[in-house]
């Protein structure tokens, strides 16, 4: 491949695997249902995971409505993206999975919940963010308990890069918010350290050490520095639960676009 050559998205490392996406038969039912009214449906260019380019999000045809935009990543089975649209009815909310089951699972709820201010798309996070979204157009990311990769060989698949900062700052309005959550320490503290690198984003809990600080250690970090409390508006999930059961701390992230 020659210098500089954009290299094809299937031959990319993304962070996800392949899954099975059968469906238990109430969740293929509500798919059968629902599905052309809430799922958007994406052209591909080579990958079942891509979004061809030049498809963008349009609010009027997919939402039916102009309204602040808040993308999640990695919705799972909706329960975050559900209830910060019944929060907040006045916000478009756009829920990107990768996992049949969890689009489907969350398309029950939408349902259920008799919402309209929901869309979903079965694409890569990146993707979808280089291709569907514009610039400046959203006012809040979400990235809640993205998975860790724990393994040093697998940290190459984690979704927050420098790449992925610069690209998810670019989205945002200005003024607009990152939010990210994780029970994973190692992973906490460099998605912290990654994201308030990048120049365009201000972590809103990043503060300067203290001339104390400075006079003992000018390299000194604080490793609790930079992360913020929990944000009161992602609900409380059962992986969640089950992580705060086992005694795992729940790091959270705020960072603005300037």
Not at 5 to 12: K, L, Y
Not at 26 to 32: E, F, K, V
Not at 52 to 81: H, K, N, Q, W, Y
Not at 226 to 243: D, Q, S, Y
Request: glycine content about 6%.
């Amino acid at each position: 491949m020659e210098t500089g050559q954009a290299v094809p998205f299937q031959r990319q490392t993304v962070s996800f695997v392949r899954r099975d996406n059968r469906l238990r038969p109430r969740l293929q039912r509500a798919w059968d249902k629902h599905h052309q009214g809430f799922v958007i449906d994406v052209p591909r260019e080579q990958a079942s995971m891509s979004v061809a380019p030049g498809f963008a999000l349009d609010a009027m045809r997919d939402f039916g409505r102009v309204a602040p935009l808040v993308v999640e990543i990695g919705s799972g089975t909706g329960d975050a993206v559900v209830h910060g649209a019944q929060a907040s009815p006045g916000r478009n909310f756009l829920a990107v999975e990768v996992y049949r089951p969890g689009m489907a699972a969350t398309l029950a709820k939408i349902v259920h919940h008799n919402l309209t201010n929901v869309r979903l798309v079965q694409a890569d996070a990146v993707q979808v963010l280089e291709h569907m979204v514009t610039d400046e157009s959203v006012d809040e990311i979400w990235v809640f308990f993205a998975d860790p990769w724990h393994k040093l060989r697998h940290h190459k698949r984690r979704l927050v890069t420098p790449g992925f900062a610069e690209l998810a700052s670019s989205r945002l309005e200005r003024g607009g918010t990152l939010r990210l959550a994780t029970d994973w320490e190692d992973y906490a503290r460099r998605m912290r350290d990654v994201l308030t690198a990048c120049g365009s984003l201000t972590n809103s809990y990043d503060w300067p050490m203290t001339p104390q600080q400075a006079s003992v250690d000018p390299e000194f970090v604080d490793p609790e520095r930079g992360f913020a409390p929990r944000f009161e508006g992602r609900v409380m999930t059962a992986f969640e639960r089950k992580a705060v059961a086992l005694g795992r701390t729940i790091y959270d992230l705020e960072l603005r676009r300037g």
